[in-house]
């Protein structure tokens, strides 16, 4: 970004961009994105289920309870935790479903691993 008068160009802080040259202000990254390098022309969108809010430098992971899963991540930036699918076991935070181990059995949606 460009303040007014001649100074050189500062570059934009990671979790902002500046899409065009010349632009005289660095803009937020958006909720589902995040940027962690400064200098930026654009955001880079979260994986499914990562925790972006606006103006995030990093993708965070997902950070849902045993029993939940993140498959999506909603407007704000925000991992929406689904219940476990039958048939499967969540242990939480970031990890995906897993099928059941031979043997095992999940009929309700919602189980979590027990040891």
């Known amino acids: 970004a460009c303040p007014g008068g001649a100074a050189p160009p500062t570059p934009c ?6 899409s065009a040259p010349g632009l005289s202000k660095c803009e937020l990254c958006a909720a589902g994105f995040y940027q962690s ?3 930026a022309e654009e955001c880079v969108r979260c994986k499914r289920g990562s925790l ?3 103006g995030a430098s990093l993708e965070l992971p997902a950070a849902c309870s045993p029993g ?16 476990c699918p ?5 242990p939480g935070g970031a990890a995906p479903p897993t099928p059941c181990e031979s043997g095992h059995f999940a009929s309700t949606p919602g189980l979590q691993v027990r040891a």
């Open 13 to 18: 802080e990671p979790g902002h961009f500046a």
């Open 37 to 39: 390098l400064s200098g």
């Open 52 to 54: 972006c809010p606006v």
């Open 68 to 83: 939940t899963y993140a498959n999506v991540t909603d407007g704000d930036g925000l991992p929406d935790c689904l219940d």
């Open 86 to 90: 039958a048939g499967s076991a969540c």
